[in-house]
Structures are given as C-alpha cells and as structure tokens.
C-alpha cells in the first residue's frame, strides 16, 4: 500500500534556528512529490513540486530536497510568520491522484 | 495566478438536510477535486473528476455524491447530512497531471 508519512507531528523552534522536517514515502513509480504550506482555517497553498532524486527547489528560507526514498524540507533562519502546517504529496502511478502525509505543525517563537 | 474558490467559508446544517458545496476555478484546468480533512488523519480524498461529466470515486465516498456539469465548476452534495461529515472541505484543479490548487476550504458542521 502507498504511504506518505511526515516527522516529527510537531515542531517547535526559536526564530533563527534552523531546521529540516522529513517526509518519507513508499510508493511504486513516483512521479512527483508536492509541498504545501497551510495556515489554520485555510486551504494549503502551493510551494514546490519534486520528480527526481537529487533535484532541489528553494524558495526564501525554504529549501527542498528529494531522495530515492524522502524528502526535506530545510528552513534556514525561520521567522514567526514561517508558522504553519507544511504538507507533503506524492503522485504515484498512472493516476492524478496524490497521497498526503498529516503534516508537520511548526511554530516559531519570536 | 490559480484561483480556487469555494462556495462557502463556513456552514452549519442540521442532520438529514441535503448540503451543496460548490468550487469554481478559473484556469481552465481538467481535473478537479474533493477532499476532506480532519485532525490526525490528513487529506483525504472523495471525488475527482478529469472532465465534464466525468467522475471517479476516491478513498471515501460514501455518504458523497458529485456533479460537474461545466469544466470550471464541481459541486460536492451531501444527500443527507450526518454528524460524522462535519469537516473542512476542501476543493483542489489541476492541469493534466501536473500541481494541485486548492482554494480557501470550506467549514461545514452538522448539528
């Protein structure tokens, strides 16, 4: 069975503390991996698309990275306002369908 | 920029009425999609649909039934609403294969 699982649930940093959240996946025929960053009460809004082990995408103090078997995502510095639910997706298969992860709830503390 | 929208932002209905969420986007975008989402168990998906007309069932489509009548616009219905359907909803397009947008959600409680 296809599975996305993300680590840790939660994460809690001081502002300028960097840090990586894991998202690791067991699919047959990845075809992309997807994130998303979601703010409470909100729908998630799109970040990066991943298809190939090795490739990197960064966007401000973001960075992703994608292996064989998971990916990060790198906040370098992060601010109070990086506060949210980062999501992870894959799409697998022959299908449109994607496969979530429950996220990572981080919090920075001023 | 991808618009999404969905109808509603927030909803309260009582069990046993019949519940129609609807989503528009404006990007000329094939699929569409359904989800749910509740704490602890992710997005999980109810309906999609990769042209007018056209529907397949997700993960969890029981107690769902949907409608895409024009390319830009899929409705979600709730026959009869139940307690266990109280959720946020969310409604995602894309374009062939490729990114999924989602727009705001929509919070729906049954009493």
Request: net charge neutral.
């Amino acid at each position: 069975e296809d599975q996305v699982t993300q680590s840790p649930e939660a994460l809690r940093l001081q502002e300028g503390e960097s840090s990586s959240l894991n998202c690791s996946y067991t699919v047959s025929g990845l075809r992309g991996l997807f994130w998303y960053r979601q703010d409470p009460g909100k729908g998630p809004e799109f970040l990066f698309t991943l298809y190939s082990a090795g490739e990197e995408k960064e966007k401000e103090r973001l960075k992703a990275t994608l292996t064989k078997k998971e990916s990060f995502l790198h906040i370098t510095a992060p601010k109070p306002e990086d506060s949210a639910t980062y999501l992870c997706a894959v799409q697998a298969g022959g299908g449109n369908q994607f496969y979530f992860g429950t996220g990572t709830s981080l919090t920075v503390i001023p | 920029d991808v618009k999404v929208t969905q109808s509603s932002r927030y909803l309260v209905k009582r069990t046993g009425e019949k519940v129609f969420l609807e989503c528009v986007q404006d990007m000329d975008h094939e699929n569409m999609f359904w989800y749910r989402q509740d704490p602890g168990l992710g997005l999980r998906l109810i309906y999609f649909s990769y042209d007018v007309k056209m529907k397949e069932k997700g993960d969890i489509p029981e107690g769902y039934s949907v409608s895409r009548e024009k390319k830009e616009r899929f409705s979600l219905i709730l026959e009869s609403a139940s307690t266990n359907q109280t959720s946020m909803y969310l409604c995602a397009s894309s374009l062939g294969t490729f990114t999924q947008y989602f727009g705001p959600g929509t919070r729906l409680t049954v009493l």
